[in-house]
């Protein structure tokens, strides 16, 4: 791998544990309501990997919530989501396969959307309203683990076999005969 290579992929492994870290995961609606006239109404709740932010204005008490209610929704929610950062991080420095990384980063998608699909109605999707995971994360890491197979150098030796073609051999095993 060239330097150039190496030095986008630790700036790519930085950005995506800035994301992982410091950027909400996930969006919960809080409370959810249809008022006619108005529409539908939702109280959002925003997920970081070390707590959860609920915004002034709403029913429910605004601020940080932290503490031992919080390790329940870590493990439902954002466990996932460690997975997947630390398995991108292992395939950047043991570029073997990609199958566990993308698992991973899809049931980190999958699990919030099952979950916020349970407690929100179809017609509050309809209507534009959003719960359910940010895949930032996801395409971050998608692009970090594409720079990293573009940047695997081949074997010298596997670059200098050539395997003969069906005609190659044909042609061989005609000149072969024919002395």
């Known amino acids: ?10 700036l790519g492994l930085l950005m995506l544990w800035c ?8 969006i919960s609606p809080t409370s959810l309501s249809y ?24 029913t429910e008490p605004s601020g940080w919530i932290l503490g031992s209610v919080y390790a329940m929704i870590i493990v439902m929610l954002l466990l996932f989501f460690i997975i997947y950062a ?15 990384a993308i698992v991973s980063g899809l049931l980190s ?11 929100v109605p179809f017609e509050a999707y309809a209507s534009g309203i959003y719960a359910g995971p940010l895949p930032f994360q996801f395409i971050l890491g998608l692009v970090v683990m594409w720079m990293v197979k ?7 030796d596997e670059l200098l076999e050539k395997k003969p073609s069906w005609w190659e051999k044909k042609q061989d095993d005609a000149v072969a005969n024919k002395q």
Do not use: D
């Open 150 to 156: 573009s940047g695997i150098e081949r074997p010298k």
């Open 109 to 119: 998608l999958i699990i919030p959307i099952f979950v916020s699909g349970m407690s």
């Open 19 to 26: 994301v992982t870290v410091l950027t909400p995961l996930v």
């Open 86 to 100: 630390l398995q991108v991080t292992y395939y950047c420095i043991k570029p073997t396969t990609q199958r566990g």
């Open 35 to 58: 008022q006619s006239g108005i529409g539908w109404e939702m109280e959002p709740t925003y997920f970081f990997l070390f707590g959860a932010y609920n915004p002034p204005g709403g």
């Open 1 to 10: 791998m060239s330097s150039l290579n190496r030095l986008q992929v630790k």
